[in-house]
C-alpha cells in the first residue's frame, strides 16, 4: 500500500473548509464552543548533527484551540405591527370600502395595525413611483390595473405567486376570468383582485316617458340591447337646439371608457402577452369609429365644445338621457331627484 503524505496547501485547504462549514451550522443554532484545529508556522532553530552549522526553518505546527462564539439576541419588539397602505381613493364612497376591509383586517389580526395613506389632490400612482426612488414604498397599495405593468417593470411589485397558493385558500374558480387573469404578468402573481367597477347605464325616465321610448332592459344578458340598438334609442330621445338640447347619450372621454366598446367588437388594445399595440386591429379601428360617430354621424353624443360644463352636470340637469359610466358613480347621484 503506497502512503501519501497530507502536503502543507491541501492541509490548509481542508482546514479552511472545514472552518466554512462550522461557520453555516452556527447560523440559527444555539452558540456552544468548538474545538478547531489552527494551523500556525513558527521559526525553529535546528542544530544538523555532524556540522558546526546551526540553521533555521519553517515547520508547521498543528495546535488545538478552543473558540467561543459570542452571539447578541435581539428580543422581538413589543406592541402591534404597523403596515403602511396606500389607496387611490381619498373620498367616497370607496374609502368608506377601504375603511370596512382594514377594520376586518385589524379584527381578525390583533397583533397587527394599518396605516392608511392617501393623497388628495395629486395622482396617487406618480406618487406611488416618487415613493419607489426613494426606497420608501409602502408595505400594500390599491391601484388601478392599467397602472400595473408599468410598476412590475419598476421592480415595484413583490412576485406573491408562492404565498398564494400556500395560503390564501383561493382558487381560479373563485374568481370571474376576467378579474384572475389581471392578477398575473408573464405568468406570476403580483397583485390581488379587490373589485371589479363595471361601466354601466344611467337613464333618466322623465325623458323615456315624456317621449314614449321604452327603458333599456335590466336583464345584463339580453341579446337585444347592442350598440346599434342604443343608438336607435338615444337619437328618439334628442330634443332642441343649443344650450338647452337634450341629449340621448354620453359617456366619460377618458381612455378607459373605450375599453368596454372596443372589447364589445372583438378588439383589443394590446397583444395577450401585453407587449406590443393591437390598436390597429380592424375590430379595434371599427369600435373608435363607431364612437366617433356618436357625435358627428349621429348627434346624440355632444362634441367637447358642447359638453364643457360635463356629461354629469347635463344628467343632473335633465339635458342628457343615457349616461354609461363607472358603476359607484350611482353613490353620486343617489340623492338626485
Known amino acids: 500500500m503506497t502512503r501519501k503524505d497530507l502536503s502543507r496547501r491541501m492541509f490548509l485547504k481542508a482546514s479552511a473548509m472545514l472552518a466554512g462549514v462550522g461557520a453555516l451550522a452556527a447560523c440559527g443554532a444555539t452558540p456552544t464552543p468548538q474545538v478547531v484545529e489552527k494551523v500556525v508556522e513558527k521559526e525553529v532553530t535546528k542544530i544538523v ?5 546551526v540553521v533555521k526553518e519553517t515547520a508547521v505546527v498543528v495546535e488545538t484551540v478552543v473558540v467561543k462564539e459570542t452571539v447578541v439576541v435581539q428580543q422581538a419588539p413589543s406592541g402591534p405591527t404597523f403596515i403602511t397602505y396606500v389607496t387611490q381613493y381619498s373620498g367616497p364612497p370607496t374609502n368608506a370600502a ?19 395613506m392617501t393623497f388628495p389632490g395629486q395622482d396617487p400612482h406618480d406618487k406611488l413611483r416618487i415613493m419607489a426612488t426613494a426606497g420608501d414604498l409602502p408595505d400594500c397599495f390599491n391601484i388601478e390595473t392599467k397602472q400595473v405593468i408599468d410598476m412590475i417593470s419598476r421592480g415595484m411589485c413583490l412576485d406573491i405567486t408562492d404565498m398564494f397558493n400556500a395560503k390564501s385558500g383561493l382558487t381560479k374558480d373563485d374568481y370571474w376570468p376576467g378579474e384572475w387573469e389581471k392578477q398575473f404578468f408573464k405568468g406570476k402573481m403580483y397583485l390581488l383582485s379587490l373589485d371589479t ?4 347605464i344611467f337613464y333618466n325616465k322623465d325623458i323615456f316617458d315624456k317621449k314614449g321610448v321604452p327603458y333599456p332592459p335590466k336583464d345584463w344578458n339580453d341579446k337585444e340591447w347592442t350598440y346599434e340598438k342604443m343608438i336607435e334609442t338615444a337619437s328618439k330621445l334628442v330634443e332642441g337646439e343649443g344650450p338647452n338640447r337634450i341629449w340621448g347619450y354620453d359617456t366619460s372621454r377618458w381612455w378607459v371608457y373605450s375599453y368596454p ?7 383589443l388594445i394590446t397583444n395577450e402577452d401585453r407587449t406590443k399595440s393591437a390598436i390597429t386591429m380592424p375590430e379595434t379601428i371599427q369600435a373608435l369609429q363607431m364612437r366617433a360617430d356618436w357625435i358627428n354621424k349621429y348627434k346624440i353624443t355632444p362634441t367637447p365644445a358642447e359638453a364643457t360644463e360635463g356629461a354629469e352636470s347635463q344628467f343632473n340637469s335633465g339635458r342628457l338621457a343615457m349616461r354609461a359610466v363607472w358603476s359607484p358613480w350611482a353613490w353620486y347621484i343617489k340623492d338626485v331627484p
Open 49 to 53: 548533527e555532524g556540522t558546526p552549522q
Open 98 to 116: 377601504d375603511d370596512q376591509i382594514i377594520a376586518q383586517f385589524e379584527d381578525k389580526n390583533p397583533d397587527v395595525k394599518v396605516k392608511k
Open 197 to 200: 367597477q363595471d361601466v354601466i
Open 261 to 267: 366598446i372596443i372589447w364589445s367588437y372583438g378588439g
